[in-house]
């Protein structure tokens, strides 16, 4: 790359803004991934309830007893993509918040 940034301040200029940038990427897709996993925790839901009644039916024709294990792994699938989504939020939270107070050290260092 020598030759095309004007000088060793400009080139760690430049570096230092394309690390913040990724930074800022990696905060952004943390908080999309949990509005995400957010909402598919809440789509997924519907879904047990025909299974459920689904269920019921076939008991009812078959006359014996049979699982609700799909139905529990629904819930169970929707309950790890909650905690997914608080965990993705929170830790998006934590770097946002280390990523200001560094910035803001910054500033105070160039005043």
Same mark, same amino acid.
């Given at each position: 790359?020598?030759?095309?940034?004007?000088?060793?301040?400009?080139?760690?200029?430049?570096?230092?803004?394309?690390? +913040?940038?990724?930074?800022?990427?990696?905060?952004?897709?943390?908080?999309?991934?949990?509005?995400?996993?957010?909402?598919?925790?809440?789509?997924?839901?519907?879904?047990?309830?025909?299974?459920?009644?689904?269920? &019921?039916?076939?008991?009812?024709?078959?006359?014996?007893?049979?699982?609700?294990?799909?139905?529990?792994?629904?819930?169970?699938?929707?309950?790890?993509?909650? +905690?997914?989504?608080?965990?993705?939020?929170?830790?998006? &939270?934590?770097?946002?918040?280390?990523?200001?107070?560094?910035?803001?050290?910054?500033?105070?260092?160039?005043?």
């Amino acid at each position: 790359m020598q030759g095309t940034l004007p000088s060793a301040e400009a080139a760690h200029a430049y570096y230092a803004e394309q690390k +913040l940038k990724s930074k800022r990427l990696e905060i952004v897709n943390m908080k999309s991934g949990a509005r995400i996993s957010f909402w598919a925790a809440f789509l997924v839901l519907p879904l047990a309830i025909p299974m459920y009644f689904w269920i &019921n039916s076939l008991q009812d024709v078959l006359g014996q007893e049979t699982s609700y294990r799909p139905v529990s792994g629904i819930f169970i699938v929707s309950a790890g993509l909650i +905690l997914l989504s608080v965990f993705l939020k929170s830790t998006g &939270n934590h770097l946002e918040q280390k990523l200001n107070e560094l910035l803001k050290q910054e500033e105070t260092a160039h005043e």
